[in-house]
């Protein structure tokens, strides 16, 4: 869903750098409560594997194809505030290197990709995680849950952006219902891949996993399979 | 304190390792695959009429610029350089990064655990 130059008017663009500046300007700050030394070269690789999984798009209709936006994925691995920097790094890199997504649209990019896709990502997944057993098989779940909510969200945002400031005049309903259509159609992909991985790493270290850090894992019973043993129990480092 | 657990478990390096490797083949390998089909917002654009409003931008000189490693005559060879070119900066980016700020923290709470 990169944003291309031109579509948004430049006072908008503008606009929207500076809460991307604000916003990853708090994440810098915060970041650092959720990253201790084993999860930091974990942020390091999953905005990798965010970048690699972008360039891989499917069809999700005809001649409509989507990819993995990441925020929700990076935000259950290693921390919301450390997701917006991971998204953050990716969108740079595109946008400078690769041509992919505006310069003056990286404001833009950034607002609805690392701070509206991982947030709302985020706290769906949170609400999820709630409502499920308190299990560790729910953690992919309510990743995935959050993954899906989280690309028709962004998208929508930047109908809401368009109908405002967009180059052209189009009506909120009818931009809203493409761009929200689409996306939730993109967002079912999302979900699938955000549970793979999600799931994967649980299953052999959930205590990398920023999201799993409510559950805690009992000593390994002879079945081998982990036991919910206490909730909420703070713990200075992760 | 949890006690260690009686199961042998995979290494945090094993982990990274991992997703290092997988990342790689994605861009290196599988991008070649992916759909050339246009995206979400290009669609909806198009289909309502303002993609052409799109202007180039800035980088669309860069050598890496639409995923293709320019003096490269295969397309394959092409995507796949520049995808894991990408990918490797992305990781030294991030990394630098997320170093960086992890020292700026001041003494640490409590003993880390070892990896």
Redesign the interface.
């Known amino acids: 869903m990169h944003v291309p130059d031109g579509f948004l008017s430049a006072p908008a663009s503008a606009a929207t750098a500076a809460v991307a500046i604000a916003g990853v300007a708090i994440a810098l700050r915060r970041s650092r409560d959720e990253l201790d030394e084993r999860t930091t070269p974990l942020a390091g690789l999953v905005a990798t594997f965010i970048f690699a999984t972008q360039m891989l798009n499917f069809p999700v209709a005809a001649g409509t194809s989507g990819h993995l936006l990441g925020g929700a994925l990076a935000a259950v691995l290693v921390g919301p505030w450390t997701a917006t920097l991971c998204i953050t790094v990716v969108l740079l890199v595109q946008a400078l290197i690769l041509a992919d997504g505006g310069l003056t649209a990286l404001g833009t990019n950034i607002t609805l990709m690392g701070i509206i896709g991982v947030w709302v990502g985020y706290a769906v997944f949170c609400a999820a995680r709630r409502v499920l057993p308190a299990r560790l098989s729910s953690i992919p779940v309510a990743a995935g849950i959050g993954a899906f909510v989280s690309v028709p969200a962004a998208a929508g945002m930047f109908a809401l952006m368009y109908a405002a400031f967009g180059a052209t005049s189009v009506p909120l309903a009818t931009i809203l219902t493409a761009m929200v259509g689409t996306h939730v159609l993109i967002g079912i992909g999302e979900a699938i891949i955000t549970f793979l991985i999600v799931s994967s790493i649980v299953a052999v270290r959930a205590d990398l996993v920023y999201g799993a850090r409510t559950v805690r894992l009992a000593p390994a019973s002879p079945s081998g399979s982990a036991i919910y043993s206490s909730a909420q129990t703070d713990r200075s480092t992760r | 304190m949890?006690?260690a657990?009686?199961?042998p478990?995979?290494s945090?390096r094993a982990?990274?390792l991992a997703?290092?490797v997988?990342?790689?083949l994605?861009?290196g390998v599988?991008?070649f695959y992916?759909?050339?089909?246009?995206?979400?917002?290009e669609?909806?654009?198009t289909?309502?009429?303002?993609i052409d409003?799109?202007?180039?931008?800035?980088?669309?000189n860069?050598p890496?610029?639409?995923?293709q490693l320019q003096g490269v005559d295969d397309d394959r060879l092409a995507g796949g350089a520049?995808?894991i070119i990408?990918?490797?900066?992305?990781?030294t980016?991030?990394?630098g990064?997320?170093?960086m700020?992890?020292r700026?923290?001041g003494r640490?709470?409590?003993p880390?655990?070892t990896?």
């Open positions: 949890s006690t657990p009686t199961t478990r995979v945090t982990v990274l997703l290092l997988l990342s790689l994605l861009a599988v991008s992916a759909s050339s089909q246009p995206d979400g917002l669609k909806v654009a289909s309502i009429g303002f409003t799109a202007t180039d931008s800035m980088a669309a860069s890496l610029a639409d995923y520049a995808g990408g990918s490797l900066v992305v990781l980016l991030a990394l990064l997320f170093r700020s992890g700026r923290r640490a709470a409590a880390s655990r990896g």
